[in-house]
């Protein structure tokens, strides 16, 4: 039998190999003939090896080799030798030399892809992308990926496990608690009609091991939630979870600040630097009008309502009268923007219902715009001090709703800031924001719901308000957030039984509900347990920013479609009529056109 | 706020501290008020540590201490002082020191625990256990294997790094292929009616990685099968799971061997040595009863066929008549083990359809028992020689269908050597199995099937009887086993799309259900598929190995119950309707009487 275990892998040869008998397996990844000589392309997941056929050398071996086509898997035996004078490629790790076939196995023929696997510049339908993911994969920009996630896997282990924490795998049998988002339910057989659900996150056994004494807990853990999907969300996710005992805030930062530096140093090669600023949630909101403020580059959005207040501008004054606000930004330059596109900046904000932008330019002369004229001089300069507008700038004021003006300016200011080039490369700004709100209004039901989750401990320093004014108490919660996106969320946990009950029943859960749900829970914590805390990184998100891709399907090997379906797999899929007797289910299956 | 952030952990404090000012934090594990001093033993996760609390020097802070009980939650400062002359204690790492307490915040009280948590000796109800595992871990017995589960999975991991393994994650929403055990099923709500399946194993895509070319897969995979539990299985179990191409099993044996070796030096600090021995499915069979033998202790199976095909015996010889076989063990020594015990070695066989044992004792005057008159003087001699049976020795013979003979004797072997102490301790007896069939026959269905799985390559050799005589076509599949227990199972895969596709025919897969269940599989294998191959190890198995012991639920945090549901949880449970609704299944749960 052929002995196709390979010597080498494709990246390594090179002029120090030359002479050196060698075996290589893989795959075919493009074919060229040259006058009398045939070339391949060897390719394997490490690199590129050029082979060279000789029909001097053996005729029926040279034969063979025009036989073969690309995606092919061979094995050959042969001999390294120097590339021609002026063949040699510099882009390559084997680029110096070529080796010279003797011996050649195929070891299976491949059909034509449907799509091309070595010139991966050609754009493919995502769609068939995923139905050939195992072709996808061979093109190499997804590999990269996993190896990188891979690395990360690694590197994010070992630095938990160098500060003692345990790596606890915790069930994906779970019990269905129906308050955050929707779960996924799991049929029993032995109890027909009852379910498990898959867990959203490991929070109430990580709590559990902490009442346990287990004291440092972390897993790679995969969550399931079955949402609609956000393009950058997937029905299984992956987070990197921690929880620690009696330690505080300034601790878990501190092991994240150090763990993200490890993560940066073994996956990038780069020094993020250490510790990461905090800035309040209320500032953040305040001045970037979102949670996660990407702080790369400046621009904030400032408060304009005091001014406008002593304006005569009617329909910014209107909006204050109906308990609105007044915010703008300053573009610096931005006096050579066109009408035409700051009227595509109002359909930017327009999609979260603010009806239009107000500008003014500055010119040497002093402000210029249609609007001036319902401001003094005086407050025109105030403007000018308070947002540091210097010549050529260009000034954009929003009205309306606070929470529609924040998320319309927080899309602006990042729309204008790829657009004119203000986010700077390789720059990796970490930010924790603080002292998150406890509770928050649901808009549908009108409900206080948390804004957290409900084991998140209140700020001890607001506990007096938790009966009088519960949307006044800040919650012990923090969220790491890179370069605009939230990577971490986390918050020290109610660790008295007494206050996780209080905490419960300001949330309306009925009692019968709470024993049901979280009864055990509950119990659980009047057992002993201990101050704790802990938080969530998001581990695709983390794969994405090291890898620079948008896109979360790039960094998972088999990703689901939008609809939560896999195209390659064809799930899900109808069950059986024997597996539904089992489980006593009855369904009628919709049926699912597949690609 | 009283700072309870601990400087050390209750382990390390020793008499090179004395003078130190310390923070610890822990429970209470046990309290002794010893004429005026109180004696607390704080415990976390790591030790033991003694404070002391000495009403002259706070009156104060001495009557809190009296109040306190065990496992309640305490932070104290204080001073590391020697213990008093003859007071310490060898067995703990602090045991030469005490802290005297300074300051004593108490962190959270406790209830009286449902059972002893300081006195783990204290048999406690398994059921009790599992609803408060909580407390259970605390215990220290079963933390105490989490702590080497996270070392044993951080080790492979690192090992299988260097050997260039990527470890990639492979999704828990799968498509339902039931041709293994039971999948458990996930209905879908964008496709109602439908239903994913949680994976048996990452088979399919360990496979569909190796055709994307990346070389080297490894996972530590969640697998699910919702079978009716024997003792040692859980419905959600642990798999080392590898995959790689262009290799042979000595290859794969050699990646395996040196992971083990790599285990057992970093976990237990020995060093198991290595080639493991080989053995053919059909020899541990013969000699052993089992495709699992223990080999840590002699006492072989031995065939007796011609020679009691010689003899006289007429019940022996009725049981060759009907296609059945004789065979036999040696006890050594064991002449004196008396006819009541042999009984019991009868119920034993009896268990797997045995009707009795047929027993012979050597004295130096020869063989004496009611049954040496069916056999010559020279068969008799030929039983001495072919079973090296010495003076004292007891030979046990059983007869019947082959496999229950085999099955009866290996029970029976197992059980004399444990009782008669015939296993050595600390000994690790690897062994791969090899040339396992490619196919038996279903018992119930007597139909063939797959004996390890239907992606397992024939043996090359044996190609040509695929058609002629599947049932002796050997597979090119292996499993390691140590100390008696299947560690890993694994094979050579088919790489041909036709001869997978024969395999399924031959396994009477219809061509609609082939294509509904593995289309997509056997249409990639078309694609360039390497010739690859690659196994699973039991991860749960081998945790339960370096613990030393024989229940699963101890090396696993959040175990189910054999019933598969979590008593602490309440799992499984009914949907809401308002689920059922979205989901579009009917369902009538059946109650489950909880703990």
């Given at each position: 039998m052929f002995d196709f275990r390979r010597t080498y892998d494709c990246r390594t040869l090179n002029k120090l190999h030359i002479g050196e008998k060698v075996t290589l397996s893989g795959w075919v990844n493009k074919r060229r003939d040259h006058g009398g000589l045939i070339f391949i392309d060897l390719r394997d997941r490490f690199g590129l090896t050029q082979l060279v056929f000789d029909p001097k050398l053996s005729l029926s071996i040279h034969e063979k080799a025009s036989e073969i086509r690309n995606e092919w898997v061979i094995s050959i035996h042969g001999k390294v030798i120097p590339r021609a004078e002026g063949m040699v490629n510099p882009k390559l790790s084997t680029g110096e030399i070529e080796v010279q076939v003797e011996e050649l196995e195929i070891l299976s023929k491949a059909l034509?892809?449907?799509?091309?696997?070595?010139?991966?510049t050609i754009d493919v339908n995502e769609e068939t992308r995923l139905k050939y993911r195992y072709l996808d994969i061979r093109r190499g920009d997804v590999s990269s990926k996993l190896v990188m996630r891979h690395k990360l896997m690694l590197a994010v282990r070992n630095f938990m496990d160098s500060q003692n924490f345990l790596e606890i795998t915790t069930p994906i049998l779970c019990k269905s608690t129906p308050e955050g988002a929707r779960d996924y339910l799991v049929a029993s057989r032995v109890y027909p009609g009852n379910f498990y659900a898959l867990p959203q996150s490991p929070q109430i056994f990580k709590q559990l091991l902490m009442i346990s004494g287990m004291d440092r807990y972390f897993q790679i853990a995969q969550c399931f939630r079955d949402e609609?999907?956000?393009?950058?969300?997937?029905?299984e996710f992956t987070q990197i979870d921690i929880e620690m005992s009696f330690n505080t805030p300034e601790g878990l930062f501190e092991i994240c600040e150090n763990l993200m530096q490890h993560i940066f140093q073994t996956c990038l090669g780069i020094d993020i630097g250490a510790p990461f600023p905090h800035m309040s949630h209320k500032e953040a909101l305040e001045k970037y009008g979102t949670d996660k403020p990407d702080v790369r580059f400046d621009m904030p959005l400032v408060r304009l309502d005091d001014i406008v207040q002593k304006s005569t501008f009617s329909v910014l004054l209107e909006e204050l009268k109906n308990e609105g606000v007044v915010k703008a930004l300053c573009v610096k330059n931005g006096a050579e923007i066109s009408r035409k596109q700051i009227e595509e900046y109002e359909s930017v904000v327009g999609k979260f219902g603010i009806k239009g932008l107000a500008w003014m330019k500055k010119s040497p002369e002093g402000f210029t715009s249609?609007?001036?004229?319902?401001?003094?001089e005086d407050l025109l300069k105030e403007i000018e001090n308070r947002m540091n507008v210097e010549n050529n700038d260009l000034i954009l004021i929003a009205a309306g709703p606070q929470d529609r003006v924040n998320q319309g300016l927080d899309h602006l200011r990042r729309h204008i800031a790829r657009q004119r080039n203000l986010i700077k490369e390789n720059v990796f700004e970490f930010l924790w924001v603080m002292d998150f709100p406890m509770f928050t209004i649901d808009k549908e039901t009108n409900d206080i719901t948390a804004e957290h989750h409900p084991f998140t401990s209140p700020n001890f320093e607001d506990m007096h308000l938790l009966d009088k004014d519960p949307l006044k108490v800040r919650a012990l919660a923090y969220d790491l957030v890179l370069n605009g996106y939230e990577l971490a969320s986390g918050s020290q946990r109610i660790h008295d039984s007494a206050l996780q009950a209080k905490i419960f029943k300001l949330l309306k859960f009925s009692d019968e509900d709470l024993k049901a749900k979280f009864g055990f829970f509950i119990d659980a914590l009047k057992y002993g347990t201990p101050p704790h805390l802990g938080c969530a990184l998001g581990l695709d998100r983390i794969v994405m920013i090291l890898t620079k891709t948008e896109n979360i399907r790039d960094v998972i090997a088999f990703p689901k479609t939008q609809k939560a379906s896999d195209v390659m797999l064809q799930a899900p899929s109808p069950a059986t009529s024997q597996q539904l007797k089992e489980l006593k289910l009855k369904a009628e299956p919709e049926k699912i056109a597949w690609p």
């Open positions: 034509t892809p449907p799509f091309s696997i070595c010139d991966s609609d999907l956000r393009a950058d969300r997937q029905p249609s609007i001036v004229k319902f401001f003094s």
